[in-house]
């Protein structure tokens, strides 16, 4: 099992810029590939990023590329999600995910483990 815990979400400006953590806990082979998404109120969950623990390799949606960069830290068991030049647009609940298999995924069906999220709000 692994459990998933968000934190750093708030309200900020246009342009301001957040940190937001995942704490892990559990089975490290269960989650091979961590991933962020995102949901605002009445759309449909969108891909933010995701990373490979084993070789830290990234990748990340159209709509962030430029402006969010995803990390983590094996020593503490943390995600990290550094989101620059926010935009109102970014406005939604962050959640964390981890996957169990070594393939990347954009698809949040492919996640097996998700936290309770975080919300962010950015204001014009």
């Known amino acids: 099992q692994v459990q998933l815990v968000e934190s750093g979400g708030g309200l900020v400006q246009a342009g301001d810029s957040l940190r937001l953590s995942c704490a892990a806990s559990?089975?490290?082979?269960?989650?091979?590939?961590m991933g962020w998404f995102r949901q605002a109120p009445g759309k449909q969950r969108e891909f933010v990023a995701h990373i490979r623990w084993s070789d830290g390799n990234t990748y990340y949606g159209d709509s962030v590329k430029g402006r969010f960069t995803i990390s983590r830290d094996n020593a503490k068991n943390t995600v990290y999600l550094q989101m620059k030049s926010l935009k109102p647009e970014d406005t939604a609940v962050y959640y964390c995910a981890a996957s169990k298999g070594i393939l990347s995924s954009t698809d949040y069906a492919d996640y097996n483990y998700w936290g309770q999220g975080t919300q962010v709000t950015v204001s014009s």
């Open positions: 559990g089975r490290t082979f269960s989650r091979h590939v």
